[in-house]
């Protein structure tokens, strides 16, 4: 697919010597990130538990992997890591049902990966970036970083809640080297997305061919799903030169949704 992003590739050495760590690796945005960063000179890590996934984006880039189920964000402490200057936090899922029949335990999953595995990703690797003066870390969140949807309980919360973080970071890493913000687009064409379709229009009672017009897209003004490659562009810029001053920022890329 052509890269349809409004932001120009990266030059092939921006990145040189610097180490990507990018979360949920293995498709969609994730993939597409890993792809952007490497182009610009990164040595990638990609994590995700598709092992088969990982595998096939290092045969593409020759780029490390890390297999890890962040449903149990407690695996983190025991990966080896390294030395880390880029983290991309991007690895998600999502649940669609009303408050009264959502499972607790698929919030608190929802939670555990969406937000408490950024936060203790942050937590490893800020220290290095601290020592070495400078890092980067991208969490990709969601238009529901900004705004509700219902049904959406578990996922909601859970980007509301690293928007916070990004900034809790930005104002404690200010001055230190090290930045923290956010993308925050709205639908994009990736498997996450394309699997709710049908749970979307179980709860909203309406046709599957339906649901991309009338409840996915109908808060937002530019009428198409966003592609991975445009919000990696973005992450991309915001690991790039010149960016110093920007951190707490959440760069939202929602066709217009919020202007609304």
């Given amino acids: 697919m052509p890269d349809s992003s409004p932001l120009p590739a990266p030059t092939p050495d921006a990145l040189t010597g610097r180490t990507a760590l990018v979360t949920g690796a293995a498709s969609g945005i994730g993939r ?5 960063l490497s182009a610009a000179g990164a040595h990638v890590v990609a994590l995700d538990r598709d092992e088969a996934g990982v595998k096939a984006l ?29 983290l991309v936090n991007n690895a998600g899922l999502q649940h669609v049902a009303a408050v009264e029949d959502f499972d607790p335990d698929r919030f608190r999953l929802i939670q555990a990966v969406l937000l408490e595995a950024p936060f203790r990703f ?10 070495r003066g400078w890092g980067r870390l991208v969490h990709v969140t969601s238009v529901h970083g900004h705004r509700a949807s219902a049904y959406k309980a578990g996922y909601v919360s859970a980007k509301h809640g690293l928007e916070g973080l990004s900034k809790v970071i930005a104002l404690e890493a200010a001055g230190r080297g090290v930045t923290s913000n956010t993308v925050a687009p709205g639908y994009v064409r990736t498997p996450l997305v394309e699997g709710q379709i049908a749970d979307q229009a179980r709860s909203h009672g309406l046709p599957e061919e339906d649901v991309l017009d009338q409840v996915l897209l109908a808060r937002t003004p530019v009428k198409r799903l966003v592609e991975p490659d445009e919000v990696a562009a973005v992450v991309a810029f915001l690991c790039g030169p010149g960016t110093d001053s920007i951190t707490g920022t959440s760069q939202l890329m929602d066709g217009g949704w919020t202007a609304a």
């Fill in 32 to 36: 597409a990130v890993a792809h952007r």
């Fill in 58 to 86: 290092a045969a593409d880039l020759g780029c490390d992997t890390l297999v890890a189920d962040l449903a149990d964000p407690a695996v983190i402490d025991d990966l080896s890591l390294g030395e880390v200057d880029i």
């Fill in 122 to 131: 942050a937590r490893a690797v800020l220290p290095g970036m601290y020592d």
